[in-house]
Structures are given as C-alpha cells and as structure tokens.
C-alpha cells in the first residue's frame, strides 16, 4: 500500500478510538445522574404519651329560670345579660296589686279566728258549770280548727304573693338570658336565667375503646378558642356509664373551677387527656409524603439492595417536628427526608454523602 494513502486511514482509526471512548464516559455519566439522590435517617421506637384530643362544649353547672309562680305584670328587670348576681340579689319587681287582696284575707282570717276562740271559750266555761253541752263545745272545737287553717291558708298565700312580687337569685352566677321588659305580662318563659359559673362543667364524648382509660378524677387540659395557647386545668367528674346509640361514644364531664369566671357557657374548647404511654415508631415530618387524590400518607423506606419501598403509614400525634406512626415503618428502618420528587416504588436510589 502506499505509504501517504496508508497514513491517512490511520489518523482517521485513532479519531473514531476516541471519540468512541468519549462516548461510553458520557454514557455512563449520564446513566449515574439519572440514579435519584437521597438522603436519608434511621428511626426508632421510643415511649409516647397517648394524648386524646376532644372537641368540647362549655355548661353551667347549674341553671336557674326565675319567673313568678303567678301571671303577673313586670314592674322593674333590675338585671341584664351577662351580669353577675350574687344569691339572694333582686333581680325582677312585679305588679303588688294582688298583695293587698292577700293581706286583707289575712287580716279577715286573723279577725274570725279571734271570735271563733273566744266563742269556744265561752262554750268551755258555760260546760265545766253545767251550763252547756258537750255537744257544743265540741261544734265550736271544729270551727276553731277550720279558722286556724283558713288563716293559715290566708298567710301561705300571701307569703307566696310577695315571694312572687320581688324576685330573687337563688344563686350567684351569671345572667343568661333576659326575656321581657318593664311592663310585659310574665309568661311561660322565665324572666331572667341565671347560670352558676363557678364551677363550670365541659361535656366532651370518647370512644370506646378509649374508654377504659379515662376515669374519674383524672386531669384534663382545656384550650378554648378566646384565649388562644393558654391551657386551663380541670378534672374528670363523670364518666356516663350508657353508650349513645347515634355516635356510638360515651359522654364525659370535666369540672373546670373557673375562679376567675373567664370561661363562660356555650364557648366552644379542646380537651386534651393523656390515656397513658406506648411503644411508637417515631419519625421526621419531612419523610411523610401526603398522595395527591387522597387522605393516605407514605414514607420511602430505604432497602439493603440500595432500592426504596413506598410504604403506607398510619400517622398518630404530631410530636413538634416528628410524627409518631401506628403502622408502616419498622423500628432501625431507613427512612428517606428529601429527594422524595424524584422517586417511585423499586426504584435504586444513591444516598448522598
């Protein structure tokens, strides 16, 4: 062959050596980036407080309606809504018309009893001189009887009069509710409602299989809405020992002291109650993968054979920047907390260093 043809070809071997080689580095290059990159941490069991949060509502402990046991006009409301009474406070004045019909009644019973006794005595004295029957001093006996109970009759009566006349609070507490005004025949509702505030009780509801750990004198932490992250102390007063057919669920009573009479009927609050400890798989917020579509949450568990697992956990308790699992994950796994976009099931994944 030609030494200058031969020459050529040659140089043109060695090119299409090179680039070649070239080649197969991107090829391998492109093929190592395409492995996801991840990082992960191992997690492990430890012991977790099992806290059950409720919804709640806040009762008086106690409810008075005070109305008058009589129709009768309004004369005076000297309360309104929200304000504190003590016991014994006046809180409403009626009409006295009637009162005075009473008195006289009373007066006029006071005035027969009066003859009648002094007739009986009469009759007594004229039959221990023979002047008399036993007959007789036997019919005045009756009627002496019959007019001791007609005053007393007449005094009930106007006792319940003036009860009816100037009202009370039977108890301290607040006022709920205010249903007339001066004026206003009294009705079949109450004039005013007073509530007892202190103590008030909260009503919240568990489940049953919560409640075998919830009994009767343990504490409770409330949170209500007004007040924001402040956290209220009260106990567990009553466990109701009958299942409600509709929710399948128990009621609960909590008693919150309420010293201070900032917590109010009808507010609505967040029971808090730890219904003991339990051995929980505990991991990062930042493994947990939330599936578009769906409520179902998953983690990436990293394999020994470098691939990942999409596993379905059950979370519990958000615990700050962790989660407690009731299901999924097992203890010493390897749980990947970023990368997550890139990945699927059985996919090899590199762990970044």
């Known amino acids: 062959m030609n030494k200058y043809f031969a020459y050529p070809l040659c140089l043109a071997a060695l090119a299409l050596t090179a680039c070649s080689g070239k080649d197969e580095k991107t090829a391998a290059a492109a093929k190592e980036e395409a492995v996801p990159v991840v990082k992960v941490e191992t997690v492990d069991s430890r012991v977790v407080d099992q806290l059950g949060t409720y919804t709640a509502s806040v009762e008086a402990q106690i409810i008075n309606n005070i109305s008058s046991s009589m129709p009768n006009r309004i004369k005076q409301i000297l309360v309104d809504e929200g304000q504190r009474v003590s016991a014994g406070q006046r809180v409403a004045v009626l009409d006295d018309v009637n009162t005075f019909s009473y008195e006289t009644q009373v007066n006029n019973a006071k005035a027969n009893l009066e003859n009648v006794q002094v007739n009986y005595n009469r009759a007594v004295e004229l039959f221990k001189i023979g002047g008399g029957t036993k007959q007789q001093v036997d019919a005045m006996e009756i009627q002496l009887i019959n007019a001791k109970n007609s005053l007393a009759q007449a ?199």
């Open 155 to 353: 005094q009930r009566t106007l006792r319940n009069a003036q009860e009816n006349t100037v009202l009370t609070s039977p108890i301290s507490g607040v006022v709920t509710a205010r249903n007339y005004d001066p004026g206003d025949m009294t009705g079949n509702l109450p004039i005013v409602t007073v509530a007892r505030i202190q103590p008030v009780k909260i009503v919240i509801n568990v489940t049953e299989s919560e409640l075998p750990r919830v009994h009767k004198g343990m504490p409770a932490a409330i949170k209500f809405d007004t007040y924001g992250d402040e956290s209220f102390q009260g106990t567990v007063t009553t466990v109701m020992p009958t299942v409600d057919p509709a929710s399948r669920t128990f009621g609960v009573e909590i008693t919150l002291a309420n010293a201070d009479g900032r917590v109010l009927p009808g507010m609505f609050g967040r029971v808090t109650l730890n219904l003991g400890k339990a051995e929980r798989v505990v991991v990062p917020d930042k493994a947990v993968v939330k599936q578009q579509g769906s409520g179902n949450q998953y983690i990436y568990v990293y394999n020994s054979d470098g691939t990942v697992s999409f596993n379905q956990v059950q979370l519990g308790q958000r615990l700050g920047s962790e989660y407690e699992l009731l299901s999924g994950v097992e203890p010493g796994s390897k749980v990947v907390v970023s990368g997550q976009a890139k990945l699927a099931n059985g996919i090899k994944v590199n762990i970044a260093k």
